[in-house]
């Protein structure tokens, strides 16, 4: 029974990481090199027991865009928050959030946010999102902390991977109960259907969603 353990240590000398940021020409050369390590036995055992480990990759894969994601949004709305104060955080929020989702759609990934209460309307969830994130509510009131809520769908054609995002502290000026009134109203203006107030500190604010085609 040496089959699976061999074939998960080929599978992760495989260069299925490459995240979106090293899409360059040094993450091709790495990965011909490491390529070159899995020997053709392997490669034909794998097609017979790698359906269980792909998934496993998929969801490190979506894991590891939503730590880039969630990290580089949280230092764009620190810094901006520190240097220019919330009114100008709300620009950082409006432009800087799609555009590292979009940074980080690549390789057949859609990297984005959902929430029951949104402030974008494009941010409004799909199906499947809208019961995965009733489920995150359902887990949530039962215990569950909303950091350690994940989801995860695997189809025929396409990979998606859920994970709810915490309230913390610094969300509250501009989700929380009691948002500064003239923050409010430029909120209000930027996004006339705002729902996305009232959280508390830890509530469930939303949640990442990826999905990855998963046959060309
Ligand atoms: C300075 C104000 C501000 C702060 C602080 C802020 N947000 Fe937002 N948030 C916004 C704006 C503006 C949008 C709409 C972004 C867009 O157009 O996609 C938004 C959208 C979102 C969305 C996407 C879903 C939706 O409602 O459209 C999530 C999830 C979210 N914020 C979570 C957070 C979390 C978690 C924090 C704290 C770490 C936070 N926000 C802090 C202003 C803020």
Same mark, same amino acid.
């Given at each position: 029974m040496l089959?699976?353990?061999?074939?998960?240590?080929?599978?992760?000398?495989?260069?299925l990481?490459?995240?979106?940021q090293?899409?360059?020409?040094?993450?091709?050369?790495?990965?011909?090199q490491?390529?070159?390590l899995v020997?053709?036995?392997?490669?034909?055992?794998?097609? !017979?027991?790698?359906?269980?480990?792909?998934?496993?990759?998929?969801?490190?894969?979506?894991?590891?865009?939503i730590?880039?994601?969630?990290?580089?949004?949280?230092?764009?709305?620190?810094?901006?928050?520190?240097?220019?104060?919330?009114?100008h955080?709300?620009?950082?929020?409006?432009? /800087?959030a &799609?555009q590292i989702?979009q940074?980080?759609?690549t390789?057949?990934?859609r !990297?984005?946010?959902?929430?029951?209460?949104?402030r974008?309307? !494009?941010n409004?969830?799909d199906?499947?999102?809208?019961?995965?994130?009733?489920?995150f509510?359902? /887990?949530?009131?039962?215990g569950?902390?909303a950091?350690?809520?994940?989801?995860s769908?695997?189809g025929p054609?396409q990979?998606?991977?859920?994970?709810?995002? &915490?309230?913390d502290? !610094?969300?509250l000026?501009?989700?929380?109960?009691s948002?500064?009134?003239?923050?409010?109203?430029?909120?209000n203006?930027?996004?006339?259907?705002?729902?996305?107030?009232g959280?508390?500190?830890?509530?469930? /604010?939303?949640?990442?969603?990826?999905s990855?085609q998963?046959?060309?």
């Amino acid at each position: 029974m040496l089959i699976k353990p061999l074939c998960t240590i080929a599978l992760l000398a495989l260069p299925l990481f490459g995240s979106a940021q090293d899409n360059n020409n040094i993450s091709l050369s790495s990965q011909s090199q490491s390529a070159a390590l899995v020997s053709d036995e392997l490669v034909s055992q794998l097609d !017979v027991t790698n359906e269980f480990t792909q998934q496993e990759l998929l969801t490190s894969e979506a894991q590891h865009r939503i730590k880039q994601f969630a990290g580089q949004l949280k230092s764009a709305l620190v810094t901006a928050i520190k240097e220019q104060g919330l009114a100008h955080a709300v620009n950082v929020c409006h432009e /800087r959030a &799609p555009q590292i989702a979009q940074e980080l759609s690549t390789d057949g990934w859609r !990297v984005a946010r959902t929430s029951l209460k949104t402030r974008n309307d !494009v941010n409004k969830p799909d199906q499947w999102e809208l019961e995965t994130l009733k489920d995150f509510d359902r /887990r949530f009131k039962g215990g569950t902390a909303a950091s350690q809520l994940t989801a995860s769908l695997t189809g025929p054609e396409q990979y998606r991977y859920m994970k709810a995002i &915490p309230t913390d502290q !610094v969300c509250l000026a501009c989700h929380g109960s009691s948002v500064d009134a003239d923050l409010s109203a430029s909120i209000n203006r930027m996004y006339p259907n705002d729902i996305a107030i009232g959280f508390t500190l830890e509530d469930i /604010r939303g949640a990442f969603t990826l999905s990855k085609q998963i046959n060309e």
